[in-house]
């Protein structure tokens, strides 16, 4: 199935250039195409860059037809963005969405986007977690979870532990390492 958009903005979605992917989107809409398919993708590129409030908004003021002929999917997303503004880690519930066909790609990109933030707020928020838990709360595998884990630190594993050495900048003039132990369990 081809998407239901112009194919300027299919560029701008195969480019990942989400910035004038959501212009786009904004014109079209104001211009008077709210079709299910430009207020789903809309949304899903809102929550992409961060911006529930814009995708909250969108929602409340689709029009009830538009949002029916969706066939759930403008409410499922709206779901996933009180979700996220309720609690940052929201994978489980997007874990639980069906897109449709016209979405995979750009959910996708969503689901990978959440998974980052998710895990850079698990890192910055426990000073010893075990890898299954990390993976659980990302919906994803154990070596997932260790490919996920892209932050500037060196990792040292040894026997049931995985030891992160984390540089953080405190001040322009200073620096420190923060140790953060992860538990491996086999």
Request: negative net charge; aromatic residues 6%; proline residues 4%.
């Amino acid at each position: 199935m081809s998407a239901p958009w112009s194919a300027a903005l299919q560029r701008f979605l195969d480019t990942k250039d989400i910035s004038n992917a959501i212009a786009t989107c904004e014109d079209l809409e104001l211009k008077g195409d709210a079709s299910p398919e430009l207020i789903s993708l809309l949304i899903t590129l809102y929550l992409i860059d961060g911006a529930t409030e814009n995708a909250v908004f969108l929602w409340k003021r689709t029009p009830l037809a538009v949002r029916q002929a969706s066939q759930g999917t403008i409410d499922a997303l709206h779901t996933l963005t009180t979700a996220i503004v309720q609690h940052p880690l929201a994978v489980p519930t997007l874990a639980t969405l069906s897109f449709p066909d016209y979405l995979r790609g750009i959910a996708d990109i969503l689901q990978d986007v959440m998974r980052q933030k998710s895990l850079a707020l698990l890192l910055k928020s426990y000073s010893v977690i075990q890898l299954n838990d990390i993976a659980t709360a990302l919906c994803i595998s154990r070596e997932q979870a260790l490919e996920g884990i892209d932050h500037p630190c060196e990792v040292t594993v040894t026997e049931r532990l995985l030891h992160f050495f984390v540089k953080i900048d405190t001040s322009s003039q200073r620096s420190t390492t923060t140790r953060l132990q992860l538990h491996a369990r086999r």
